[in-house]
């Protein structure tokens, strides 16, 4: 049993003022694992006290410093790959298969930020005046549980680079990934103050990084209505906001598209990281002619989705992260049987044999339609709605028929087509016949799926707050 009863503040472990508990259960097992005390508002403002301190000195390095400093970061992880994928499975029930993808994202995020500092002007002309890209303040990065590690790392890497101090509050369902990743980034001695990690619940440490006019800006990743929340507190002391929120990604299958590639890759995409993907791609959208075809190679694919232990390296889908996430994914496969929706494999209930987790069936309904709740909410498991449409003017109509707007898909024969579809669909991102991520191209969303981008320039200028000089 492991008791995590530390923060990190000021480049150093410290005991919280805080004094409550949060018990550690595992996903898998419904055993508990352990108990994380969590910090209070006093913690987090210590945190931003460390971080304004550290900002003065920290803004004023020069681009080889920042370099030097993100190598260290990268190097003080980069031999523990292992320890990072356990911990994962353990406390997340991440799979294997995602746990090991997720590490290797967490170290890409320093090559990236690194990339970018080798290529990136701070100083520019435009008009007449030179324009100075200035690191933006103090950050406050707030993320939730279902890549936590590599949330850290993303926009930890990408402050570095832009020269600003952080305070990071994880969820505290991720304490044993934050104390793993607080004790190898210690090693790599940074300058005191630089990054602050404070364990803690949202309406407690999340809301006093909203409110503190000390923040300058806030890097969030979650929900849709708390990050509403964030961004109307923000707005008080007109805090810049980086909003990563949620998702109901559309995937177009073209009549021309090869289904037996199509649809695996379709299956992949709506099931990955177990569901919980903010990207997955959970309205299937098909041509009405293909709709029997179609149905025969998904059933045929869901029944060979390995469901189970996230250690197995075979698992595809593996346990959703709390009781509460399990309870609101079968909440969510009844309001699609009660709104008519008819299961065409999975349903309620847990898979036999693992009745101990909070494992759920992959579950694909047909006969939906685009106005359902479970077409248009984030479920955030792995229920799939496929959707019939008549030709390519409807099948885009429906894509973008919804409040979000993070990612979409597009499967054709021809890239020609696809392309042409894809430059139709209101979404940051769209992949074509493939599930890739590009590191240097922006990421965030359209509409209600948030403001601002992350990764590449956009992401790096999103840390940075420009000073026209005119002479
Ligand atoms: P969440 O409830 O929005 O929580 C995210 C983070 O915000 C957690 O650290 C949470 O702390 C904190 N928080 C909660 N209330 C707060 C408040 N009043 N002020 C400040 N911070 C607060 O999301 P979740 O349930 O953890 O994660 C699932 C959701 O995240 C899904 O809806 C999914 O779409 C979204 N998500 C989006 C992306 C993306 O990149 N777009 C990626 C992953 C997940 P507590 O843990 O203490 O509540
Ligand atoms: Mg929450």
Redesign the pocket.
């Known amino acids: 049993m492991k008791t995590i009863d530390k923060i990190y503040i000021n480049g150093a472990f410290v005991t919280p003022k805080g004094n409550e508990r949060f018990e550690l259960i595992s996903p898998t097992t419904n055993k508990k694992l352990g108990e994380v005390v969590l910090g209070n508002t006093e913690d987090v403002i210590a945190a931003i006290d460390a971080a304004k301190r550290a900002f003065k000195t920290f803004s004023k390095t020069t681009t080889e410093e920042r370099i030097e400093y993100l190598q260290r970061l990268k190097a003080s992880i980069e031999k523990r790959k292992q320890e990072f994928v356990d911990v994962m499975i353990e406390e997340y029930g991440g799979t294997f298969q995602f746990a090991s993808a997720s590490f290797d994202n967490m170290t890409n995020s320093f090559n990236s930020a690194i990339k970018l500092l080798n290529t990136y002007s701070f100083k520019k002309t435009m008009g007449e005046s030179e324009v100075q890209m200035e690191s933006i303040g103090v950050v406050g990065i ?6 936590s590690n590599g ?1 850290i790392c993303g926009k930890l890497a990408t402050a570095i680079a832009a020269g600003c101090t952080v305070v990071i ?5 991720s304490a044993q990934q934050t104390q793993l990743i607080s004790e190898y980034f210690h090693e790599a001695g940074l300058p005191k103050g630089v990054y602050n990690i404070v364990n ?8 006093e ?2 409110r503190n006019p000390d923040i300058a800006k806030i890097s ?8 509403k ?2 961004a109307k ?1 923000a707005v008080n002391t007109m805090k810049r906001v980086t ?5 109901k990604s559309p995937n177009i299958i073209l009549d021309d598209a090869d289904l037996s590639k199509a649809i695996p890759m379709a299956i992949a995409a709506a099931f990955m990281n177990s569901g ?4 997955a791609a959970t309205r299937l959208l098909v041509p009405e002619n293909k709709l029997e075809e179609i149905k025969n190679i998904v059933s045929k694919t869901v029944s060979n989705t390995i469901v189970g232990d996230p250690k197995n390296q075979t698992t595809a889908v593996g346990p959703m992260v709390s009781k509460k ?1 399990y309870e609101r994914v079968q909440n969510y496969i009844q309001t699609g049987i009660d709104e008519g929706a008819e299961i065409l494999v999975g349903g309620l209930g847990k898979p036999k044999g693992l009745e101990d987790g909070n494992f759920v069936k992959p579950t694909v309904f047909v006969n939906a339609n685009n106005q359902m709740r479970i077409a248009r909410e ?1 479920i ?1 498991g792995p229920v799939l709605s496929i959707i019939t449409y008549k030709d390519e003017e409807e099948a885009i109509e429906i894509a973008n028929d919804t409040t979000y707007g ?1 990612q979409a898909y597009v499967s054709s024969a021809s890239e020609d087509r696809a392309y042409k579809v894809a430059s139709q669909l209101q979404a940051g991102r769209v992949q074509i016949n493939k599930i890739g991520h590009d590191p240097m191209a922006p ?3 359209f509409k209600q ?2 403001i601002g981008r ?1 990764f590449g320039t956009l992401g790096l200028e999103a840390y940075l707050e420009p000073r026209a000089l005119i002479r």
Do not use: D, H, Y
């Not at 803690?200 to 809301?207: H, I, K, M, N, T």
């Not at 919980?276 to 990207?279: D, E, N, R, S």
């Open positions: 707030i993320i939730p549980w279902n890549s949330f509050k994880p969820s505290e369902m803690g619940l949202g309406e407690v440490v999340g809301a990084i909203s969030f990743t979650g929900s849709t209505m708390v990050g929340m964030i507190e909003l990563e929120l949620g998702g919980q993907a903010c990207i996430q984030e955030f993070l990421f965030g969303g799926s948030g992350e």
